[in-house]
């Protein structure tokens, strides 16, 4: 089992482009969520999912879109990139009936 | 007031010490309680969960003060393996969503 996968590991974008991050699990793990993590503010819940056709946005929403038309992908979109978009993210599935988390190795984002 | 909070650190310690960490709550609703560990650009990885009873495994020990609303990581015989960053975890206010603290980091010399 490959668990959660993210690509891709690092991505420089300028101002103002867009992409998509991407993320896939095996685990059949019905809650998926985003996370960015930036020096001195822990992990910061961005857009999460309780299953599939269902998103709902976390902490820090602006900027960002999800969709999630299966279990198994929770595609992350930048709609106009910003410099203070740079982070690292990470995408997370959480074992079902439980907190328990389980994340993907990252994207590091470089705006510039 | 963050709902979270821990001491950044950086803990330095001696190969074979025992050192401890605390982490604080503002929630004192939460129920679930984790302690994560996270190598240097590398994504977090659950370490323990912590009950109310306080649990081990191997040589670390959590312990779960709803009182003081703290809990706490023990290692002892710390390796140098054991060098990283550990995350305080909590379900959050109202939304059971967890919310993390921003680390402590432990180096451990030999």
């Known amino acids: 089992n490959a668990g959660v996968t993210q690509t891709p590991k690092f991505q420089v974008l300028k101002t103002g482009q867009s992409m998509t991050l991407q993320c896939a699990q095996d685990m059949n793990h019905e809650y998926m969520s985003w996370y960015r993590q930036d020096p001195g503010m822990g992990l910061r819940l961005i857009h999460y999912s309780v299953g599939a056709g269902i998103t709902d946005q976390g902490e820090v929403p602006n900027g960002y879109n999800v969709s999630r038309s299966t279990t198994e992908d929770f595609p992350l979109r930048l709609l106009s990139a910003a410099p203070s978009q740079t982070s690292v993210y990470f995408c997370a599935t959480q074992k079902t009936g439980t907190y328990e988390q389980y994340f993907g190795p990252g994207t590091r984002l470089t705006v510039t | 007031r963050k709902e979270v909070e821990q001491d950044p650190g950086p803990f330095n310690v001696p190969e074979g010490a025992t050192v401890a960490f605390n982490c604080t709550y503002s929630?004192?609703?939460?129920?679930?309680f984790f302690w994560y560990r996270q190598d240097c650009r590398k994504e977090p990885k659950l370490l323990m969960s912590?009950?109310?009873s306080g649990n081990e495994d191997g040589r670390f020990t959590a312990q779960l003060n709803r009182a003081s609303q703290y809990i706490s990581l023990l290692i002892r015989d710390s390796k140098l393996s054991d060098s990283a960053t550990y995350l305080c975890v909590v379900n959050g206010r109202n939304t059971g969503k967890l919310i993390f603290g921003q680390g402590t980091t432990l180096q451990v010399k030999p």
């Open positions: 912590v009950y109310s």
């Open positions: 929630n004192s609703a939460s129920q679930s």
